[in-house]
């Protein structure tokens, strides 16, 4: 059904997926074979960066070369509400009526949350329906992004002029996951400053031989100044990634990744089980820990060994 | 050891958490029962925001009370380098060598079980060695932060002005978890605007009977200007905490967050064992996979599988 590109069958596989509902992994090892054609970009910064604006213009520059879009938008910052950012929605609009964009917003669900994982599998289903790009916007630095950006192909991290000292400490570890580097409002005081605190620390750590050097694109992207750089760039990275001689390597590398996140889903799911097989779930289960009653840690070991006690029964 | 105020044994124990290291359950389980009694107070907001001042003030205000002050700094932006940030370390310098101020930086680093988790067990450890006041500064506003915040009896969102349009954003998801806003850098221009648009959000939610309705302090950190209000703010909070009559059902909240926290650390842990048992290691097994190979959820199945007879040999 989604291989023959049905948006409707995708779009329940993607929001049982994010539901965690047991039966996803049957489609997804299916649909697996058929995945491995899209480029997944990242794209993320911090809050205020532009991000959603930059996926935009992404958007519209890869629907003009007629190339089908995925577009992931995790929004791990509202866990209560549930929802995607009304900002983001209203702008993504435009591309609502477009059948070759695919829009899912993501946010954490289930008692034990596991937003990586089922990212990674949404962009799976989103490249098996044939979607050549999958972006990826993640909002926050926080680890579930950095293990999102590692399943991206190209990560694209967004600066902006005037952040304060902090900044260092953002770049320090987005350095590492950073492919591409884009100092967006760089009509604003400061821009210079960050692009020349982004050379530093990148002529600090060194090109070891053969190595990629991140670019820096300098953009205004509500006025759409820069996005012909960062789509050359984006190509760029992708030629390499073809060319050289660590492809597979990587490739490897983010297949690692992308396992552990499957054996981790996996348990998660199974411990959501077992904590809403107690009567009262996990309020009740809750209301008995304190200093004067039980402590997390044995609760903690008693649900594991109950959920992999599941695990086994249903050999 | 610690609860005879052995600062050595808790700064052994705190790094043992920070690195995962087998065996802190122990600790934990027994010092458990002499928690509860510290006041924590998480402060987050985006970077530049100017959170490590108001950090900074605030254990000056407390330890004028004579108050024992636990800070934990939060950088899970450097997940790599696993280092914090040089800025806060210097700024942090002076209160080094008081006898009655705990500083602990916490970066995610090989830390398996996730750096809300860790940071939730090393703010009890200080609760357990006598601090009065424990503040956890966290960088960014990611899933691990929102955890972070739910762990605390008070969250002190830092806003400033001219962070432009996604501001909206990060209120919007940040509202959830505030429970006192700070406008920061409050000689700038848009001050007001910020305060404003802040009103306004808050007005949008509606007050629920008896419920709180978070303040809005209006600092220069910088210049010391606002402190007192924020102690005002939390102490304010903190009579509200204690008075209400739902202070039973906040209490049982914080402790789901926290054992939520408890089970996906050992969940982490749980799928590296899985991993390990495996011979070749992950290496090996992730070279197999891809579209033309094996699928994660079948290798996963069949890692978990194993993992499982290995468990039940051992029993």
């Not at 990560?155 to 570890?173: E, H, N, R, S, Y």
């Not at 499957?262 to 998660?268: C, T």
């Not at 959501?272 to 996990?282: H, K, L, P």
Request: with cysteine.
């Amino acid at each position: 059904m989604i291989l023959s590109g049905s948006v409707r069958a995708a779009a329940r596989l993607m929001r049982d997926i994010e539901d965690g509902m047991p039966g996803t992994d049957v489609a997804l090892k299916e649909l697996y074979r058929h995945t491995g054609r899209a480029r997944v970009i990242g794209i993320t910064g911090s809050p205020g960066a532009g991000k959603s604006t930059i996926c935009d213009q992404l958007i519209k520059a890869y629907r003009n070369d007629g190339k089908k879009v995925g577009v992931v938008a995790v929004d791990p910052s509202s866990p209560y509400s549930g929802g995607a950012l009304l900002g983001d929605r209203i702008r993504m609009q435009e591309h609502a009526t477009d059948p070759g964009v695919f829009i899912r917003s993501m946010a954490t669900r289930g008692n034990l949350g596991g937003l990586s994982a089922s990212t990674c599998d949404v962009i799976k289903v989103m490249d098996a329906m044939g979607c050549d790009m999958v972006l990826v916007e993640t909002v926050g630095v926080g680890q579930d992004e950095i293990d999102i950006a590692r399943a991206a192909h190209t990560t694209i991290v967004v600066l902006i002029p005037g952040m304060g000292d902090d900044i260092q400490a953002i770049k320090a570890g987005l350095l590492e996951v950073a492919d591409c580097f884009v100092v967006n409002k760089a009509d604003r005081d400061g821009a210079d400053k960050v692009e020349r605190e982004l050379r530093v620390m990148l002529d600090m750590r060194g090109a070891r031989k053969g190595e990629w050097t991140p670019p820096i694109v300098r953009m205004v992207a509500l006025k759409g100044e820069g996005i012909d750089s960062l789509k050359g760039a984006v190509a760029q990275h992708g030629a390499f990634l073809a060319d050289d001689t660590w492809a597979g390597a990587l490739a490897v590398q983010r297949r690692k990744c992308e396992l552990v996140e499957v054996i981790r889903s996996k348990l998660r799911i199974a411990v959501d089980g077992v904590i809403d097989s107690y009567a009262g779930g996990i309020d009740a289960i809750s209301a008995e820990l304190g200093p004067g009653g039980r402590d997390p840690y044995s609760v903690a070991d008693e649900l594991i060994e109950k959920a992999i006690e599941s695990l086994s029964e249903k050999k």
